[in-house]
């Protein structure tokens, strides 16, 4: 099957039913994006499709409708996305692992809602875990980014 | 800009050298003992003028031997060391280093010595310096105990200090210029006229000059770095997705794997059926390991599906299997025959409770998993002539020995490669899961192989923190706690972990009573007793470790004392503590929190205070009593760690522990069946999410004569403070954790 994966296409011979995650981490190796829990608890393995985030350890490969994007596509070291800098100026990560799984949710969660109130930042980044307790900066980061985003 | 460059590059070597750190009339004394060894291992052109600074023509790496487990020790390690190398730690490249006695933490004994961080006697002082000594002779490489700071803030400093002063004298060599004309800035050495040399063009001729052992550090008013807000050497690449985990690392030809063992703790594996599983996509091979079985294949998904698909004939567990079975042993071992220590005893604590009114409590900490989000993982590679592994560990050389004995290998064949850990809490301690790779690779050699453990094999292996109960007596008189009598029994951590360890547990296990029974009271009638519970299921370090549960046990009695003699438990605390630093703490988080104000109807405040690992922390919490349940509203932090080196970070930590310690005492707890845990994910074992995450606002205080690490003190409070401002808002005195058995959470 075909998969388009930060904007390469990529012709991959796996079952339908393999998710997504193992898929990019194993079979395309990129690793950015992390196994935590395979059950949909921790977001660690967020990415988007179309630009929405979705849990890739729950998203089967044969399920994938769109275009697929990593952290690695969100930005890079040289060109950082608004997210990523305000990550990076706050200094939110500790070990880290959960991270690009923070940043996507937080990525697409701005994408859609480019003003976000405390109590729906809340919402929307709760279902990913961080077990370094890295929270109160990401709430910090995520309100930057969007002050951010509104000024670019 | 201009670069002197007259020196040919070629190959060297040079003599061996390393670091004690003492100090002579304010001068640090380098002193050769050991072997570096970087130089082993160094390729035409590069030079290592200490075992932590390594220098070549394409750059200079750092070793920083301390293990990062998300506690930011790889970039404190790195900023420690350019304050006096004079590079931009962003120019750096950051290495582990091999496993080394070199490296040896000379910190870490002295939390197992019943010797308070508080006390300054001869005895005191010579235990720590055994610890000191044992750490050395043992080349005890490990990571653990909040020492990366105090075990390696001088160590480190020097190792910069002494490379510079090398990379200095070659440059007076190569200019003819006297010490005093040259100055270095930024990776150069800068001549009177303005004129750069480059590091990295003085590294062939530093290498053969004998290091520069003489050196004097610099004062504070001078550092760039230290006690500045500094940028995380990590920062960027874990922003972006480009930082190597253990569980990333690919390599040519690699297989991946996953093992399944006993879920029944130690009941080892009396048969199995792979036979549907061998016929699977992409798996090519079952094999048996200790304890189960291991499924090699082309990704992790099929070796997790294939690995299912073994059906497995388990043995018992011949440990207790049930909780409640477990915590009757722990009760039954309050006995003479199993008491462990009696490190407090102050004035006369049983003439003092008799005929008194007695206030009593007994509380319960369930065990606890690490769960650190990066699952167990470890690349292995196997050869005749060697093995490697790719980790995240925080024992090396304990990896390396115990892999040399499992193999028969000689132990200086055996390399370990320490990445970066995606989390730990005193997991990779352990290295079960290394093990089980290597027992794998000895069935398939030349072939690198990952191995993944499943979340659900994480939970179910882990070694948690142990369970406890303790016994509290306590009386008041005359409107003040005048008896306090604690006594608590546990499993041993040192005896569990330090057998598997390969090392003997000689006497009492102080984590059975740490951070209760060394805390800066001056309770007329105060005796701290630890009972030790005979070994049941594997158990280990977790978290800020004894304290983690004893800091409950002794702040809600604390509490419920305070109550009892009709005082605060502010007030009380600081007419007890004789311990200035303590004090200071005490006074900070009450004026931080603006304690004794008015919160209004069903909002309470509850206070705690920890001194584990040396360091003074007191912890302030609001909550409010919703119809939601509890939620918790701010927390406030006061912790003197004697020198904030980096307050970012430091913030980070303190924050980070106190979400730790909040998020396992509001929700989590690992029980067994038949020796099975019966929680293996997330979904069971929540901890705290963003939307119960409350303002947490920290102070790092000053005053102490000592530098101490920040990654554990920050969690022992947090529990009792809880609790202590649930019974505040409620009225209920909740004494069995996790809390969400008796009220519930937003
Ligand atoms: S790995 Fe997908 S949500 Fe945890
Ligand atoms: S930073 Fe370690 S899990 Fe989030």
Redesign the interface.
Known sequence: MKLTVNGETHEVDVEDDMPLLWVLRDELGITGTKYGCGIAQCGACTVHMDGIAVRSCQLAAGDVTGEITTIEGLGTPTALHAVQEAWIDLQVAQCGYCQAGQIMQAASFLDLNPDPTHAQIDAAMSGNLCRCGSYPRIRDAVKSASSKLKRA | MGRVKTIARRSFLIGSAAIAGGVVFGTYLYKREGTNPLLADLRAGETAITPYVKIDAQGITLITPRA?????AWSMQAHLIVEELDIDPATATLSSGPASAIYYNGVVGVEAMPIAATSDTLLARTGRGAADVMGKLMGLHITGGSTTVPDLYDRLRMAGAVARETLIRAAMQQTGLPRDQLKTENGFVVLPDGLKIEYLDLAVLAADIEPIQDVTLREPSQWRYLTKPQ??T????????????G??M?MDGMV?ATTRTNPALGGGLAGFDAEDARKM?GVQAVLQITGGIAVVA?????A?QAAQAVTCDWGPSPYIGNTSDQFAAVAASFSEDDQDSQFKDDGDVLAALEGAELVEAEYRIPYLAH?????MSVVVKMTNARLDIWTGTQIPRFVQANMAKLTGMDADNIHVHVL??????GRRLEDDYIAQAVEIAMQLPDTPIKM?W??EEDFTHDFPRPLAIARAKGAVRDGAVDTFDLAIAAPSVAESSLARLGQPAIGPDVAIVAGAWDQPFDIPNYRVTGYRTPAMVPVSSWRSVGASGNGFMHESFMDEMCHAAGVDPLAERLRLCWHEPSRKVLEAVGEMSDWGSELGANRGRGLAFTLAFGVPVAEVIEVTNTEDGIRIDKVFVAAEVGRVLDP??FE??V??????GL?HAMNCELTYEDGVAQQD???VYE?????Q?P??TVRGLENGDKLRGIGEPGVPPAAPALANAIFAATGKRIRELPLSKSVDFV
């Not at chain 2, 082309?298 to 099929?302: E, Y």
């Not at chain 2, 970066?420 to 809490?425: A, I, K, T, V």
């Open positions: 990062d487990v998300g506690q930011g940028k995380r990590d920062v960027i690449a874990k922003s972006t997705g480009t930082q190597t985990y569980i990333d690919v991946h996509r082309d990704n992790t998904w099929r997790f769960a650190p989000l990066e699952p970066m850990s995606g989390g730990s809490f993944v499943q979340r970012v970070n980070a930590q924050q980070g522990g106190v979400i730790f998020g994910n997330f979904h901890g705290m999410r963003l939307y995450t303002e947490i």
